[in-house]
């Protein structure tokens, strides 16, 4: 009964429009997208070191820019980039923010030869949810960290998950048929759980699974709280309780995991040695755990639903990429077969351009330095955008276009910067799981082509929510046709 409860309260959250994307007449959005606010200097420049003031504006006062960044999401970084160019500020959440956009600023943020960036800006989003994860340190203690995390994610590693996750996949995705319709963003955000359930923990996902899966909803979503105090219902304190749970979840299997040695995520964390006899504690587990599982399946849930858009938008591409798929035969794909199938490729790649999963990446600035001629004082926290990249027409021929072709073996665009194309980072922080993510969501997508046709109305469009990662705010609706 408990759990027939929980899954109607769940569905009633998973349709309701948060207050900053209540639908507005269109002149009214365009209107406050491109209002001016003063334009002020970030902090006056000490004369003689031969750097620019970074220029931009507070916006409204206390919500600053706040709701535009969260409505508008993509629109307002690019109208950022092309108000005030790469190196701007703005004021978001009560803080003032530098805003580095565009292949050269985020090249040298993510580089950061003089060690002049910190990721301590992401304790300032981040932390209360997913302490001491791996993307929230920084220099020696990272470099550490990672080292050891890395046992997890060798080609031998990669090789088990894709086996363990393959009949995940293809059972979840047979389910869908006794609907004639999804809405697919949430029907991939459950499965790709139950992926990094069985992948990480080596467990099915029980009766828990939909409590589990809304307390990391709750725990990403806290990060971009207007409120940031734990007032009861708010943002911000359903996030610190969705911690609280992921906490009790993961502490609970850690003694089976430390008693024997198996294959899943969780049990390698539990034995890895570093190079010097290094070895994790339980709380460093149960960080890395939140984290990863957090990272695995929120960022494969937006790359597989743009994606699988995208297919729907453009038939062509779709029958396309089922072709491949079905030359594969009726076996589960293992690593080999996956990489077989190129159209999948160029198109995951195109729909990570079109549709960043991770919108911004956080840094401060712990000592003065200079990014582009502009100066940049010590403590500020930092907006690594990787938006205006993927929409930068020095960079991508007809950006706002949808052409997977243009990562093709004779055309290439993502080599023409080393950061026009970033949907995983950059620099000592690149994502440690971007290929396990790649391969999910080619292997889910695969079952998708398999299984189903799949279509949307023409002229729709996804309205894309930027609360903190891209969420379809209808929870984009398909209608599947079950293929003979």
């Known amino acids: 009964m408990t759990g027939t409860v929980e899954k109607v309260v769940e569905d009633i959250r998973e349709r309701v429009v948060p207050f900053t994307a209540f639908p507005l007449p269109r002149a009214v959005d365009e209107r406050w997208l491109h209002h001016r606010w003063p334009v002020r200097e970030f902090a006056a420049v000490p004369d003689g070191i031969g750097l620019e003031p970074i220029r931009g504006d507070a916006g409204m006062p206390v919500l600053g820019h706040s709701l535009e960044m969260l409505r508008f999401g993509r629109a307002a970084m690019l109208r950022q980039y092309d108000e005030y160019g790469p190196v701007s500020w703005t004021s978001i959440f009560g803080r003032r923010v530098i805003i580095l956009s565009g292949p050269d600023a985020t090249q040298a943020a993510l580089v950061n030869k ?21 993307m929230l340190m920084d220099f020696g203690e990272h470099r550490l960290h990672r080292r050891i995390l890395q046992q997890a994610f060798t080609p031998d590693r990669l090789a088990g998950y894709v086996a363990e996750f393959g009949p995940t996949l293809r059972d979840g995705v047979t389910a869908w048929s006794a609907k004639p319709s999804v809405r697919l963003y949430w029907a991939l955000k459950h499965l790709t759980l139950d992926v990094a359930n069985n992948a990480f923990t080596g467990r099915v996902a029980g009766a828990d699974a939909t409590r589990i899966n809304r307390a990391f909803v709750d725990a990403v ?15 911000w304190a359903r996030g610190i309780n969705g ?36 070895r994790f504690t339980d709380t460093d587990v149960i960080n890395h755990m939140i984290f990863l599982m957090m ?19 453009h038939p062509e591409w779709q029958e396309r990429a089922r072709a491949e798929s079905l030359l594969l035969g009726d076996e589960l794909p293992d690593i080999d077969a996956l990489d077989r199938l190129e159209t999948l490729d160029l198109v995951i790649k195109e729909a990570l351009r079109l549709v960043a999963p991770i919108p911004s990446l956080a840094r401060m600035t712990v000592q003065d330095t200079e ?17 205006p990249n993927h929409f930068d027409a020095r960079y991508w021929t007809d950006p706002f276009t949808f052409d997977p072709e243009r990562f093709s073996e004779q055309r290439r665009e993502d080599k023409s910067h080393r950061y026009a194309w970033m949907p995983f980072g950059g620099g ?57």
């Open 243 to 278: 911690r609280k749970i992921l906490e009790r979840h993961f502490a609970a299997m850690l003694p089976e995991k430390r008693a024997v040695a198996s294959a899943d995520l969780c049990s390698i964390l539990c034995h890895a040695v570093g190079d010097d006899g290094e």
């Open 114 to 134: 003089g060690k002049a960036f910190s990721t301590e800006g992401w304790k300032f989003f981040m932390e209360k949810f997913f302490e001491r994860g791996i």
């Open 295 to 313: 990272a695995a399946h929120d960022t494969s849930t937006i790359a597989s639903t743009a994606a699988a858009f995208y297919l729907a938008e």
């Open 371 to 387: 990014v582009l001629g502009h100066s940049l004082p010590a403590g500020a926290l930092v907006a690594i955008n990787p938006q």
């Open 221 to 235: 979503r806290g990060g971009t709280a207007i409120v940031r105090f734990p007032v009861p219902g708010g943002r």
């Open 428 to 484: 000592a922080h690149k994502c440690i799981g971007m290929f396990f993510g790649i391969l999910e969501v080619k292997a889910l997508l695969h079952e998708m082509l398999r299984t189903y046709r799949w279509s949307v109305p023409a002229g729709y469009a996804p309205h894309w929510h930027a609360g903190p990662v891209p969420v379809p705010l209808d929870g984009l609706p398909v209608r599947l046709e079950r293929l003979g």
